[in-house]
């Protein structure tokens, strides 16, 4: 069976171009919100996926496999990767675009198995923009930022408006949402000065 997927993106794109106000390269993004699954702190059998920014308009991730994330005996999952890759495209949408968005479409390719206690390196990239539509895709390295390609991912996230959340969501979750991203916020600010005091 052929692996050639579709062209990407699938449609006429202008470049995604980040939002002025993007965190810089070599920025370590915080966790968004503490209960989630993807980068939670309190999310105790989570991913913890933590993500810095790259050059260009790219995002670094890690996540490291644990037995609580096993399919097979001793491997990673498939539908739990798929989830890293997720958070780890919808990180990098929702730090350098500073839009609100929703996964739309999430297409896997699972090239190598993933085994438990391995940390998977993910690298996402910004393809590009079509009115509401934003395209992303990644590559998550085995065991190194240059390991082998084990899993790789495209995705279309849409911009939506904030109520959103509120309508089909959490209001009070979201609240504690807003909380955290003002704390990361602050603390960039406070690195920056201690960097260019
Ligand atoms: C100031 C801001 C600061 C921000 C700072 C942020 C810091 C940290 C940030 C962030 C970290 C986040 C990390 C989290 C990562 C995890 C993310 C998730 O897991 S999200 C949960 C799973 N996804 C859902 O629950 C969606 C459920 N679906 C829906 O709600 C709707 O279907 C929605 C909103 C996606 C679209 O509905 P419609 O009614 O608004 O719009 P329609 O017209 O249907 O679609 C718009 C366009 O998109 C295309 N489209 C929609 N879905 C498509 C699909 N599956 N495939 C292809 N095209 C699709 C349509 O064909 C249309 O295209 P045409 O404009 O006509 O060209």
Redo the contacts with the bound molecule.
């Keep these: 069976m052929s692996r050639v997927s579709q062209p990407w993106p699938p449609v006429a794109v202008e470049p995604a171009v980040p939002h002025p106000k993007a965190p810089v390269a070599g920025t370590e993004l915080g966790v968004?919100f503490n209960e989630?699954f993807?980068c939670g702190d309190e999310a105790d059998a989570g991913l913890h996926l933590r993500s810095t920014v790259g050059e260009g308009q790219v995002v670094h991730s890690r996540f490291t496999v644990t037995a609580a994330h096993q399919g097979a005996p001793g491997l990673a999952h498939g539908g739990l990767l798929a989830c890293a890759f997720?958070?780890a495209l919808?990180?990098a949408v929702?730090?350098l675009m500073?839009?609100?968005a929703?996964?739309?479409?999430l297409e896997t390719d699972f090239r190598r198995p993933v085994p438990v206690g391995s940390t998977l390196f993910i690298e996402t990239r910004l393809d590009g923009v079509?009115?509401?539509?934003i395209y992303v895709s990644a590559d998550g390295h085995l065991d190194a930022a240059d390991g082998p390609i084990a899993v790789s991912a495209r995705a279309?996230f849409?911009v939506?408006a904030f109520d959103?959340f509120s309508t089909h969501g959490d209001p009070e979750a979201l609240e504690k949402l807003a909380a955290q991203?003002e704390k990361n916020q602050r603390e960039r600010e406070e690195r920056g000065w201690e960097i260019n005091p």
């Design positions: 968004h989630c993807g997720d958070e919808g990180s929702g730090n500073r839009r609100p929703v996964t739309g479409k079509a009115g509401r539509k279309l849409i939506v959103h991203h």
